[in-house]
């Protein structure tokens, strides 16, 4: 990934951390009836069981390693080239820097590993209409966290480190797990979801650990990874994951 990561950094965070994770799985499945499973079947099923937790551990970390190395590309195509995309996440951030910005301070404030996601959330209120629903959100996982409200205990709530004051001080008198716990309404209502369905559909994430960009960047570059990782983000990916309702609210938008 030149501009981003060397052959041996890479290998590191992809290749070899992905197959540790996959063959730590197997392990703890062979024989089971889940062996076969896929990754994201896995997580959804083994959250909510604190005995099982090194199974969702395991699947829901290689779910989230390939979900931000996927995005990635040699010659990544720009935002630039979709058109509703960039004017959907507009109508929620009003405008792409705000939404760089954000993103990467919020990944830059983090002070454990884990991952930042760019997620678009079904039954959020947007910004500009009470009318509106659906809009974009970041939200900020720790270890192997997972952004899917029908986690259930593993989905991670608002963190005050990373937020602002103001979204921190609205949830935390109803909510002390976030907007998106498992004790809010939205969690209860993402919990009556069966398996597979959602609310929250992410489309990009950024890897904070570590291992990730240690190597070519050293202990001290993590806001230069975090720079360098924006410029190498393929867009038609995250055009490609992203829910066919955000689109159409972009051009409900721009027709006025």
Same mark, same amino acid.
């Given at each position: 990934?030149?501009?981003?990561?060397?052959?041996?950094?890479?290998?590191?965070?992809?290749?070899?951390?992905?197959?540790?994770?996959?063959?730590?799985?197997?392990?703890?499945?062979?024989?089971?009836?889940?062996?076969?499973?896929?990754?994201?079947?896995?997580?959804?099923?083994?959250?909510?069981?604190?005995?099982?937790?090194?199974?969702?551990?395991?699947?829901?970390?290689?779910?989230?390693?390939?979900?931000?190395?996927?995005?990635?590309?040699?010659?990544?195509?720009?935002?630039?080239? &979709?058109?509703?995309?960039?004017?959907?996440?507009?109508?929620?951030?009003?405008?792409?820097?705000?939404?760089?910005?954000?993103?990467?301070?919020?990944?830059?404030?983090?002070?454990?590993?884990?991952?930042?996601?760019?997620?678009?959330?079904?039954?959020? *209120? #947007?910004?500009?209409?009470?009318?509106?629903?659906?809009?974009?959100?970041?939200?900020?996982?720790?270890?192997?966290?997972?952004?899917?409200? *029908?986690?259930?205990?593993?989905?991670?709530?608002?963190?005050?480190?990373?937020?602002?004051?103001?979204? &921190?001080?609205?949830?935390?008198?109803?909510?002390?797990?976030?907007?998106?716990?498992?004790?809010?309404?939205?969690?209860?209502?993402?919990?009556?979801?069966?398996?597979? #369905?959602?609310?929250?559909?992410?489309?990009?994430?950024?890897?904070?650990?570590?291992?990730?960009?240690?190597?070519?960047?050293?202990?001290?570059?993590?806001?230069?990874?975090?720079?360098?990782?924006?410029?190498?983000?393929?867009?038609?990916?995250? *055009?490609?994951?992203?829910?066919?309702?955000?689109?159409?609210?972009?051009?409900?938008?721009?027709?006025?």
């Amino acid at each position: 990934m030149p501009g981003l990561f060397s052959d041996t950094g890479y290998r590191l965070g992809w290749t070899t951390y992905q197959k540790m994770m996959l063959q730590k799985l197997d392990e703890l499945l062979a024989g089971e009836p889940d062996e076969n499973a896929d990754v994201k079947a896995l997580l959804l099923k083994y959250a909510r069981d604190p005995q099982t937790a090194s199974v969702f551990n395991h699947a829901s970390m290689a779910f989230n390693n390939h979900f931000f190395y996927q995005a990635l590309s040699t010659s990544p195509m720009k935002l630039e080239r &979709y058109s509703l995309l960039q004017q959907s996440l507009i109508k929620t951030f009003g405008s792409i820097d705000t939404l760089r910005s954000t993103f990467l301070d919020t990944a830059s404030a983090m002070f454990a590993p884990g991952f930042v996601w760019l997620v678009w959330c079904k039954d959020a *209120e #947007g910004p500009q209409s009470a009318r509106s629903r659906g809009a974009w959100r970041i939200l900020a996982t720790y270890a192997a966290g997972t952004p899917f409200p *029908e986690a259930g205990y593993r989905q991670q709530g608002i963190d005050a480190n990373t937020s602002s004051p103001a979204s &921190y001080e609205k949830y935390q008198a109803t909510n002390p797990l976030g907007s998106f716990g498992s004790h809010s309404q939205f969690g209860q209502d993402a919990a009556k979801i069966p398996p597979g #369905g959602t609310t929250v559909a992410p489309v990009l994430c950024l890897s904070t650990w570590e291992h990730s960009y240690i190597y070519d960047f050293g202990l001290g570059g993590k806001r230069k990874y975090l720079e360098d990782w924006w410029a190498a983000i393929d867009w038609y990916r995250v *055009e490609q994951r992203t829910p066919k309702e955000a689109g159409e609210a972009a051009g409900r938008s721009l027709l006025g």
